[in-house]
């Protein structure tokens, strides 16, 4: 025989004279992913047994056996179906996200300034030939950066880091007088490709003094591509520049 008494927590059940606690086990919520594969082979009706059974992701469903589904009372050959779609599935999702935070972390070694807005170069012949180029940010030299003279609003230099990376924050230092040249409103964007299009991962200003400065990304960089885009200057109505070093990290 077999009775049972209700409690707040779950049942108990008796049966021939054993005692067993049966807790009562809110379901898993299916992914979207799995509900629409289902879906497709029209096999939605079977939703409620997967659940019971855990299986609510594309990765549980591939480590099931045919005879694991058809216990759950699908037809042998739709659980063929459905194992074969899974396999064939592309998983998204929480596993998709870990797999981009697998990406290395960005060696300066490998970096270079694929391209940039404009440089002052020596145009008066007072700077010395090499003193303001762009690629002088990636040196450890006195050199610096700046744009032309007059030249003083939205302005960018394009990083190729090399190889896909992470980028977590950028770190600038610039000359110890004259903050009113350097860089002042920044923004930061990656891209696919060096071409574009840009997706702006944060916006923030510098603090209006020389030397170095270290921002934390609102968004971490993921990819080869970095352009670090300077919107204003600290108010010269000359230049935008004196930029000596820029370190990603």
């Not at 067993?20 to 898993?28: A, I, Q, T």
């Not at 070694?109 to 012949?125: N, P």
Request: aromatic share 8%; proline share 4%.
């Amino acid at each position: 025989y077999q009775r049972r008494v209700h409690g707040k927590e779950g049942y108990q059940r008796r049966v021939h004279g054993t005692r067993f606690l049966d807790l009562k086990v809110g379901l898993l919520e299916m992914d979207s992913q799995v509900e629409e594969l289902l879906g497709n082979l029209k096999l939605s009706g079977y939703t409620k047994q997967l659940r019971k059974a855990g299986c609510t992701s594309i990765r549980t469903l591939r480590g099931l056996e045919e005879g694991a589904l058809t216990g759950l009372g699908i037809p042998k050959a739709k659980a063929r179906k459905l194992l074969k779609a899974a396999e064939a599935e592309e998983e998204i999702g929480p596993q998709a996200e870990e797999s981009e935070d697998l990406l290395p972390k960005v060696d300066m070694t490998a970096v270079s300034i694929h391209s940039f807005s404009a440089e002052l170069g020596d145009s008066k012949g007072q700077f010395g030939v090499a003193k303001y180029l762009a690629a002088n940010v990636l040196t450890d030299e006195l050199t610096y950066w700046a744009a032309p003279m007059k030249s003083v609003r939205d302005h960018w230099l394009l990083f190729d880091l090399g190889r896909d990376c992470v980028v977590s924050e950028v770190e600038m230092h610039t000359r110890t007088k004259m903050a009113h040249y350097y860089p002042k409103d920044i923004r930061v964007e990656r891209a696919d490709s060096p071409s574009g299009p840009w997706e702006v991962l944060d916006r923030y200003e510098r603090p209006g003094k020389g030397g170095g400065h270290t921002h934390a990304l609102a968004q971490p960089a993921r990819g080869r591509w970095l352009r670090v885009f300077f919107e204003t200057n600290g108010g010269s109505p000359e230049w935008m520049g004196a930029l000596r070093k820029v370190v990603l990290g």
